[in-house]
Each structure stands twice: as C-alpha cells, then as structure tokens.
C-alpha cells in the first residue's frame, strides 16, 4: 500500500474560531460553500499586551458574526481600532460598512470605493496599531485590489484568497489577470526566503504551517493547468467553457463556472505572449 501523500503547505486540519499565533486570532464566519470552503477566516490582529486591535476582512453581512467578532477582541480586553480589507469580494468585504458602525472603526482597501475614512492602503505601507506592525504586500491576481498584509513578529502572512488552506483559488478574470497572480505568487515567496515567513493565514481553509511549501504547490499547479490549457487550445477548443470541460474534467461541476474564470485569464496570458493566435 503505497502512502498518501500530505497535503502542500502542512495544514493544521480542522478549521475552527481561535488562536492561531501569538498576535492572531480567527472567527470563521457561517457562510460555508463551495467557493468559500469552511467560511471567510476573519482575522483579529493585536500586539500581545495591548488594548487595541486590527481586523482583517470582517466577512459578509451577517449581524451575528460581526457581533461575535466584536465579542471575541473584548472579552480579551481590546477595542477595534482599525478595520484592513485584503479584497472586495462579497464574502470578505461585505459587512465592513456596518462593521464600522458597529466599532467605529475606519475601514482601509487598497480600492477607494471601500474605504470609510481619510486613508487608504498601498504597496510599502506599514499600518502600525498599539505597538502592531503589518506590512501592506500587494498581490493582485485573484482580483485586482487584492492585498496580503506581512505580520513579521509571527513569521505569518495573511493571504486573503491569494493563497487558501485548502486548495487553490481562482483568477477571476477579466478583474483578476494571471501574470499578476504569478508575480503575486513569487513575492509571497520571497517572504519565505528572505523574511522568514513561515506561516499562511489565510482567508478561507486552515492555517498552514509551511508557507513556502504551499507557495512552491501554487506555481506548480498553475504551470501544470497552464500547460493543460494551452494543449487544448492547440487540439482546437477555443472558448472557455470548451477548456473548463477538457481540462477540469475531474473537477465538481458545481466548480466549473469559478475554472471558466481562471481559464478566461490563462488564455488571455497565452495570447498576451503570443503562445497561442488572439
């Protein structure tokens, strides 16, 4: 019997509300599904010792969650200071609006339509709060907005849907274009090799404790779906939802509309390089 090979980027198994580093702290949020895995991951962030904390990606619109999520930072003796939007997706940004009225807190995106208050978020920022440091690392390619935020005192990064716990995520084209998730990818990765990134807390699936590994699984898979891609358009298929049946085959239906996404951007990277006729 051969042995069952682990899982890339060696993930902690069930996902669940809770700690999950020293400065971080999770509440997963009902809204379970295929695209969303378990739920939007919900991050608290807080300097240990301190009264003031950060909140990443507050999730849907949901008043007991975002109840909860207040509950959870003030039953350990802390305020919401500050909300951070890793992308403007539903599931992620949806109840930040009401988030704010609730904690009075300012909400910061990289894109200006979702931000409550004066500042925004771009490459090189560092957000500071009650002794916190997050480093603001672009990474655009699931969407065009999207953000990762660098927590170096835990070794961690927060990767929103750049990188899941749990399988891959989706280039949603015509707003997500695959180059940039490939430069994306490889950034991510020399916070591996450089700046001793060791951990993914991601938005949705569970916290990994290899974040190279998972990163390296990532560019794998997307050279190997790349090459698949551009096989069946060299055998004459030409439209998305033709290479979404021939490529993902032995994927679940029900995901096949999130592959024509992906699928959308790698034939738009393969004829960008001429790879194959526009």
Do not use: C, K
Request: charged share 20%; glycine share 12%; net charge negative.
């Amino acid at each position: 019997m051969s042995a069952v090979p682990a899982p890339p980027g060696s993930p902690r198994g069930a996902v669940t509300s809770g700690p999950a580093t020293a400065r971080a702290v999770n509440v997963l949020a009902p809204n379970p599904s295929a695209m969303t895995l378990d739920g939007t991951n919900t991050w608290i962030v807080a300097e240990p010792g301190s009264g003031l904390a950060v909140v990443i990606d507050p999730g849907p619109l949901d008043e007991g969650h975002l109840a909860h999520v207040i509950a959870t930072a003030e039953r350990e003796g802390r305020r919401v200071a500050l909300t951070l939007l890793t992308h403007g997706h539903p599931d992620h940004a949806e109840g930040a609006a009401r988030f704010a009225e609730l904690t009075g807190s300012p909400v910061r995106a990289l894109d200006p339509a979702l931000r409550l208050g004066e500042e925004g978020l771009a490459a090189g920022d560092v957000v500071t709060m009650g002794g916190l440091e997050l480093r603001v690392v672009p990474t655009p390619g699931h969407t065009g907005d999207s953000l990762s935020f660098h927590l170096p005192a835990d070794r961690a990064v927060l990767t929103g849907d750049t990188v899941l716990g749990r399988g891959t995520t989706v280039v949603a084209h015509p707003d997500g274009r695959l180059g940039d998730y490939l430069d994306s990818l490889r950034r991510l990765r020399t916070l591996t090799t450089d700046d001793g990134v060791d951990i993914v807390l991601p938005g949705h699936g569970p916290v990994l404790d290899d974040a190279r590994g998972a990163i390296e699984h990532y560019l794998a898979h997307r050279a190997a779906r790349l090459a698949q891609v551009e096989e069946a358009v060299r055998a004459g298929l030409t439209t998305a939802p033709e290479v979404v049946a021939r490529v993902y085959a032995d994927v679940d239906r029900s995901l096949w509309p999130a592959a024509e996404w992906s699928v959308g951007a790698q034939l738009e990277y393969l004829r960008e390089r001429g790879v194959v006729a526009g």
